[in-house]
Nanobody
Framework: QVQLVESGGGLVQVGDSLRLSCAAS????????MGWFRQAPGTERVFVAA????????NYADSVKGRFTISRDNAKNTMYLQMNSLKPEDTAIYYC?????????????????WGQGTQVTVSS
């Protein structure tokens, strides 16, 4: 069992940076591939970024590539999403997710554990 809690969201201006954190509880954290998804009002949840169990492989949605960086610190049971050059289109609730496998997935239904979400709002 894994419990996930996101933090670090907030209200920022266009071009600002923000770092999201996802704290995991559970002794098996290091064995899970993890990812970030987001959901804007009136839309479905979409993939943002993912990272394998060790951090050696990552994947990003085209919309955030070059601006966002996903990372994890297994010793601290924490995953991060560094968001730079933020745009209004990045406004959404951001969700942390984990799946019961080592390898990356970009599909939300392939994840087994979800956090409650943290709001990111980018104003222009």
């Amino acid at each position: 069992q894994v419990q996930l809690v996101e933090s670090g969201g907030g209200l920022v201006q266009v071009g600002d940076s923000l770092r999201l954190s996802c704290a995991a509880s559970g002794r098996t954290f290091r064995n899970y591939a993890m990812g970030w998804f987001r959901q804007a009002p009136g839309t479905e949840r979409v993939f943002v970024a993912a990272i394998n169990w060790y951090g050696g492989s990552v994947n990003y949605a085209d919309s955030v590539k070059g601006r966002f960086t996903i990372s994890r610190d297994n010793a601290k049971n924490t995953m991060y999403l560094q968001m730079n050059s933020l745009k209004p289109e990045d406004t959404a609730i951001y969700y942390c997710a984990a799946r019961n496998y080592y390898t990356i997935s970009v599909t939300s239904r392939e994840y087994d554990h979800w956090g409650q979400g943290t709001q990111v709002t980018v104003s222009s």
